[in-house]
């Protein structure tokens, strides 16, 4: 519907059915006819006010909200009631039309000064609209507002105000703030907190610095600071610093536990295994350090003792699909996939039901299983009709994991049937063709995809490595592999591409620097086979031995480096 016939028609239904809220809305917001400034008659400020109300309204309902603040600007001037105002300002916030942001949140202070939520709204559209000067005034009566309820000087409650804003905008306001109570440490915290989602870590840590002077155990700070710390770099400084605040104040578990975080996160397990152990030992039931100490025992493979701490979980009752899943996966790494299976079956949050039921189908397909596998997927795929293709190419990836091939290439053709022109899809298929030996198949659905797609740099490189490996087109798999190494320069497999079809061309000594740089960026087998190779041919024996004795110690069953085993076992 047009304007004009929505101005018909809201007319129309005000005259039929006498509206009576509206015209008490109106009566109210235009005023009596003595304080109307108008130089019309009321009755025609009242249609005219109320006509301007529905309009905004029905443009609300419809979601044309630019339309509504349209109309609000036309009134809003106009209006006593401070309650059109703030709803005008909230329209227009949530569109983020900062120009009427600003003019509706000054008539909405100006009609109730004393109302917080107007002052906040205020200060918000003048930050916006880049008025630092004009907003500071207006931040600091909003401060002192929460500093009535936060103990924290205000600054918590501001901060959480301030998050409408750009990040840049919200550091500079809390600095003005900053420097007007430089007495405060709540002050210098939550400025250090902007500065750090600003990612302007040296300032962050100064202020934390600057807040820490005064305080110098204040955990918060101490906790954040190590974070920080941890985020430039400096991982000496980090734990050592928290070490150090842990041994001044043995008894705050919260400290500790941040303590054994920073540790996981500077990849000093076993020292962050020592916290949680006291951590658990202090408080038996507590949720947190047991689960952390059945993670560290499941990396550490020490799978008894993570075991005992996941089954204390569930036997009281905290933290089960967690628990259950991570019984699971500790299972599945000491290889009892019968045990794995049954613990992922038990999963049923929904956060990790859909990654447990596939893990499940995993453990049937290498329990060989393989009918339980195709019903499991089966019935994923219609729980979860917006992962169709996913689940498809998951099913193949299991069935490849356990090298059916075929049961792989199957799947896909089926699933190929139903959208034939997924790039997934096809380059899924491919993958599987090239382990059947249909070489046939693996271009044409490669191919496929760099027509519709000609910067496809994954497709342009496995037909170049294909090419480069199982054929002697070397020139034009260069040529491939060339177009992928342009899209995708620090990519390792495309690295690891180019170097090998370096060396199918005879050049060793170029194919060299790809196999190296693809080797520092990912130790897959395949590009350890490759950089090996090359440096035995190239009479870099030591060095070669120890890249591929490195390699098959972590992976002695990996079917590329057995390929070369007899160059450095014979």
Known sequence: MEVTGLCYAVRRAVLLTGAAVVLLWASTAVGTPESSESSESPSVSQADHMYHVLVAEFAVRRGHLPMAVEHYQAIVDLSQDPQLAERAARIALHI????????????????????????????????????????????????????????????AGLFNVLNQVEADTRLQALEHLAAQHSDSVFALYYTALAAMEGEQITKALDYLDQALQQRPDWREALLAQARLRLQAEQVTEAVEGLAAAVAANPED??????????????????????????????????????????????????????????????????????????????????????????????????????????RAATMEARLERFAEVSQRLSRLRDAYPDNVVSLYITEAHIWREVSRYQAAYEVLDKALEQHPDNHDLLYSRALAA??????????????????DDPDHAHALNALGYTLTDRTDRHEEAYELIRQALDLLPDDPAILDSMGWVKYRLGD??????????????SADPEITMHLSQVLWELGEYEEARTIWETAFEQAPDDEYLLRIKELFRP
């Open 96 to 155: 983020d039309d900062q120009t009427a942001l600003l003019h509706f949140a000054r008539r909405w202070q100006q009609l109730s000064p004393d109302d917080h939520q107007a002052v906040q709204t205020l200060a918000v559209a003048l930050l916006k609209q880049a008025e630092m000067d004009a907003a500071m005034g207006y931040l600091d009566q909003i401060r002192m507002v929460f500093a009535q309820r936060d103990n924290q000087d205000g600054f």
């Open 253 to 358: 578990s919260e400290l500790r536990l941040g303590y054994a975080r920073i540790l996981v996160a500077a990849d000093q397990l076993d020292a962050a295994r020592e916290q949680f152990a006291q951590l658990a030992e202090a408080q038996p039931d507590d949720a947190e350090a047991l689960f952390a100490l059945g993670v560290l025992a499941t990396e550490a493979e020490h799978y008894d003792i993570a075991e005992e701490y996941f089954q204390r979980l569930l036997d009281s009752n905290q933290r089960i699909a967690e628990s259950t899943f991570e019984l699971a996966r500790l299972n599945e790494r000491r290889g009892d996939y019968a045990a794995a299976l049954a613990w992922y079956i038990e999963v049923e949050a929904e956060d990790r039901y859909l990654t447990a039921q596939i």
């Open 434 to 451: 090239e382990r059947l030996d249909r070489l046939d198949q693996l271009e044409e659905d490669l191919r496929r995809i760099i027509a």
């Open 508 to 521: 060793l000594h170029a194919a060299l620097p790809y196999l190296r740089r693809a080797h520092d960026i």
